[in-house]
């Protein structure tokens, strides 16, 4: 099973301060301990160096280096997928913006849209998404989202 992780579980999986950390490393090991492969997208890997280096957003901000090295673990992590933008990239951001029109959905909630249908559209497609938020990914067909309490 592959499963893909959004930008908010990402932070608060590195964030020990943060009331879901223990959750969310218990189900990473879980999902490792069953042959379960992560996969990341390119955009949340460089919206996590943004908001864990950001003084506004992270409660502990970390260096630039400190991000990078972060970073780039992912990047060479022989436990991880990396999704790119591929060609796909206007098309999934066509797709979420007529969900999003069609939905009513308004502000930063367009970025998991997309997100989403990068996911689902992905040559290697992504199936299951492991988020604190469920309902931001609501009514993405072919997408099956959890939370961290299943």
């Not at 189900?27 to 955009?43: D, F, I, K, W």
């Not at 007529?98 to 367009?110: I, K, M």
């Not at 290697?124 to 099956?144: E, F, M, S």
């Amino acid at each position: 099973m592959r499963v893909a992780v959004d930008t908010d579980l990402l932070v608060a999986a590195h964030d020990r301060d943060d009331p879901d950390h223990a959750a969310i490393q218990g189900r990473l090991r879980e999902l490792a301990a069953r042959g379960g492969r992560l996969v990341l997208a390119s955009r949340v890997l460089a919206e996590f160096y943004a908001v864990i280096t950001d003084e506004g957003r992270a409660a502990r901000p970390v260096t630039p280096v400190r991000a990078g090295h972060l970073c780039r673990r992912y990047l060479t992590s022989s436990e991880v997928d990396l999704l790119g933008e591929g060609g796909g990239g206007a098309v999934n951001l066509d797709r979420a913006l007529y969900h999003a029109s069609t939905h009513g959905v308004r502000g930063v909630r367009l970025h998991d849209l997309e997100l989403a249908h990068a996911l689902v559209n992905a040559p290697d497609r992504v199936d299951h998404l492991l988020t604190r938020c469920p309902a931001r990914y609501a009514g993405v067909q072919g997408l099956r989202v959890r939370g961290l309490d299943g």
